[in-house]
């Protein structure tokens, strides 16, 4: 995922690409589903689901700003 | 209201339903009702400024087309439901609040990420409603046919 976002950003410095790029990995849905079990009953199903959606979420963001971070000590501030 | 952004939402529909495995024969018409349901979010959108009652609406309507696409391709309603209710999840700001979060901008993090849980419960809400909607019309089928 990082080396994803990076290969992006690098290639063009706008936000929107990177949005683009990554909205396959986003967990949009997952988390539409999480809560659809947890709304339907099954609240283990949906509590694992959530879990697992917020994680991943936490993992792109995390990805992303490392990548926003290392430019940004390179290059010194835009 | 842009109206070509309806064509758009078919063009990524039909894009993640290759990426689900979608059936061959399902991939056009759970396009068609994304399509459908993001036209009516454009309209509840700017006719109500609501952008959380929009996706229920969206959701709705991608609902209840996929219960009849079901109906008439003889498959499950979730392969035309999952796949159409794409352009209204909430996935951009999910990790526009992570993001934010990361940037230490925790007031726009908490507007972000709060409004996009609500739009998950919507969008959740109304896929349930929509499936409970098509389980009574059966029900009332059955009953129609025992009491003949």
Redesign the interface.
């Known amino acids: 995922m990082v080396y994803l976002a990076k290969d992006y950003f690098d290639l063009l410095r706008v936000d929107k690409i990177i949005i683009g790029s990554i909205m396959p990995l986003v967990p949009g849905v997952a988390i539409t589903n999480a809560l659809r079990d947890s709304i339907s009953g099954d609240f283990v199903s949906g509590m694992s689901k959530l879990s697992e959606a917020v994680i991943i979420a936490v993992a792109i963001a995390i990805g992303v700003g490392a990548i926003l971070n290392v430019e940004l000590l390179i290059l010194g501030g835009v | 209201m842009n109206l070509l952004t309806i064509l758009y939402a078919f063009i990524s529909i039909v894009g993640?339903a290759v990426?689900f495995n979608i059936p061959r024969k399902a991939i056009l018409l759970s396009g068609i009702a994304g399509a459908l349901g993001w036209f009516v979010y454009l309209i509840f959108r700017t006719s109500l400024a609501s952008n959380i009652f929009a996706s229920f609406a969206g959701a709705f309507v991608v609902g209840i087309m996929g219960e009849i696409f079901a109906r008439y391709k003889k498959q499950p309603a979730t392969i035309f439901v999952?796949p159409g209710?794409?352009p209204l999840?909430?996935?951009?700001g999910?990790?526009y609040a992570?993001?934010k979060?990361?940037?230490k901008n925790y007031q726009e993090a908490v507007s972000v990420g709060f409004e996009a849980?609500l739009v998950?419960?919507a969008?959740?809400?109304a896929?349930?409603m929509s499936t409970s909607c098509g389980r009574i019309y059966k029900r009332r089928l059955k009953l129609k046919s025992i009491s003949k």
């Open positions: 993640f990426l999952v209710i794409i999840v909430p996935g951009y999910l990790y992570m993001l979060i990361l940037e849980i998950a419960i969008i959740a809400s896929v349930i």
